[in-house]
């Protein structure tokens, strides 16, 4: 039966193409927020639309993110546009729900909980310090996020996955990039169209990842891996029940390594890029930054000169970076790498006074939150401050990485990284900007030049 409540207002818009070219278009102009506003104006807080070829309601707040984020699998599931869907694979964890979803995060689990992360500080560190040399020793002019893609996603190749440098995976980054160019545009399939070339690359990468399978599957066999722990896809391949029988199937281990791979190092090197942006030394542009930034210098140059030169540095550390982490949490309020995301109603659902029916979309956006100012004041200024006391935000408010069971299981890899990297870059290097800082958002927000930067190394560098 039906309820007797009426759907959210709003309008459906032009069949198929709804609003979803009004929002992917005020995204890379950077308006996307200011046009929700304008739909809050104008409709409420709740409010009906069509995006990506499916009706959808629009909620935002902080009763609306912990009513997506704690719903159970009976109320909704998770949703993605049909080219993530295409992209990605039909069995990656954001496409599963309940017991297939829960096996398949426990066994990613493994490697991504804090435990397991201690192991790998010191490797990360000597990532960064490999990607320094390589990259920005020497150097007067680098450009800032494409390095950073390289980084993470060299961090993700090494650690989690055991690939080697070299041609194969150079190969593996460009197909990355091609494919998630094209994760959000309108899944029109013919030749030469941004989905189609995306397609391409994610068949690239499958065939790939299906080798890797096929290497580690042998080590297995030949008892090569001593430890079956020891990279993300050997973990999923020992996976066994109580008959012995592989748990995780080879679609849904390929899956979940492309997946790992975008959500894991697209979002941190973005993070990251946004830090650079905001810590260079340019004081007469950003004044109240000067002292954040001489903070932030302070507590690692503290870090480095207590110990000697060379050595990695250790989980220990990275506890007492805890300024330079509510830097890194300010950037991530300001500049939320994912926008938002989709759930979908299982069935037929009272919210708020309205209804939302059965398989449409619900639509939940990071920044409404982030930027309203009865939650976190003057919103528009940038001051870590805010994150000194964690418990004077309330739940709910603060969600760059999600909320709930699909919380974003990369929270403290992305916090190492990012960690491990602010530290070698504060105190062996001082930067300027050499463009404007506007950026679009692609989903993801970039600067639209690449974020270039004039590099300067500092003498008697501790690293
Ligand atoms: C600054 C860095 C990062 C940000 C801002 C971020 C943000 C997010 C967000 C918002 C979600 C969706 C949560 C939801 O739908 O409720 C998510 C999911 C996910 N993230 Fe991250 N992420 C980051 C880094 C990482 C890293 C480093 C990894 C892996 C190494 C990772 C792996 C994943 C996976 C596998 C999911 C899907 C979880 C599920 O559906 O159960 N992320 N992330």
Redesign the pocket.
Known sequence: RRSSKRVPPGSLGIPIIGHSLHLLRAMRANTAEKWLQQRIQKYGPISKLSLFGKPTVFIYGKDANKFV?TSDTSTLS?SQTQSVRALLGDRC??ELSGQD?KGV?DA?GLF?NPESLKRYVGKMDEEVRIHIEMHWQGKQEVKALPLMKTLTFNI?CTL?FGIERGARREKLVDWFQEMIEGMWSTPINFPFTRYNRSLQASAGIRKMVNDFIDEKRLKLAQKDATNPQQDLITCMLSARDENNREVITEKEIVDNVI??MT??HD??S??ITFLIQLLANEPSVYAAILKVLSFCFAEQEEIANSKPKGELLTWEELAKMKYTWRVAQET?RMF???FG?FRKAVKDIEYDGYLIPEGWQIFWV?NMTHTDNTIFPEPSKFDPSRFENQVSIPPYCF?????????????E??RI??LVTIHHLVTQFTWELLADNFFKRDPMPVPTKGLPIQIVQKPNVTS
Request: contains cysteine.
């Open positions: 984020f998770n964890l954001l979803h995060r990613i991504l993700i989690l997946l790992v959500a894991g979002t941190s973005i993070l991530l939320p790498p994912i995301g990071t969600i760059p990485f999600g909320g709930g069971p699909r919380m974003c299981p990369g929270y890899f992305a990284e990012t």
